[in-house]
């Protein structure tokens, strides 16, 4: 089991930053991969960024590729989002998420086994 709890979220002006915090707890930290996904009020979920477990491989977006970057501190047990250059169009409900499978495709849902609550980040313009 893993449990996930996400902070940092918040309000912030278009082309500022934030940094998003995901902590785990649970199966030790280095055996899953860990992966950022967002869901816009009716739009479906979907992919941000996701860093692989075996590898440390990382991968983004179109939309945020350049600006945002995805980071675990295996001592601290957590994963970090860092959000620069926001844009309104980033609004959205963040969610951190890990997973315990092989999987081809990091940036599908279906690679992931467990999910945080989420935390809200909010661009004005």
């Known amino acids: 089991q893993v449990q996930l709890e996400e902070s940092g979220g918040g309000l912030v002006q278009a082309g500022g930053s934030l940094r998003l915090s995901c902590a785990a707890s649970?199966?030790?930290?280095?055996?899953?991969?860990m992966g950022w996904f967002r869901q816009a009020p009716g739009k479906e979920r979907e992919f941000v960024a996701a860093?692989?477990?075996?590898?440390?491989?990382?991968y983004y977006s179109d939309s945020v590729k350049g600006r945002f970057t995805i980071s675990r501190d295996y001592a601290r047990n957590t994963a970090y989002l860092e959000m620069n250059s926001l844009k309104p169009e980033d609004t959205a409900v963040y969610y951190c998420?890990?997973?315990?499978?092989?999987?081809?495709?990091?940036?599908?849902?279906?690679?992931?086994?467990?999910w945080g609550q989420g935390t809200q980040v909010t661009v004005s313009s």
């Open positions: 998420t890990a997973g315990v499978r092989w999987s081809p495709r990091l940036s599908s849902g279906n690679a992931y086994d467990y």
């Open positions: 649970g199966r030790s930290f280095s055996t899953y991969h």
């Open positions: 860093t692989s477990w075996s590898s440390g491989t990382t």
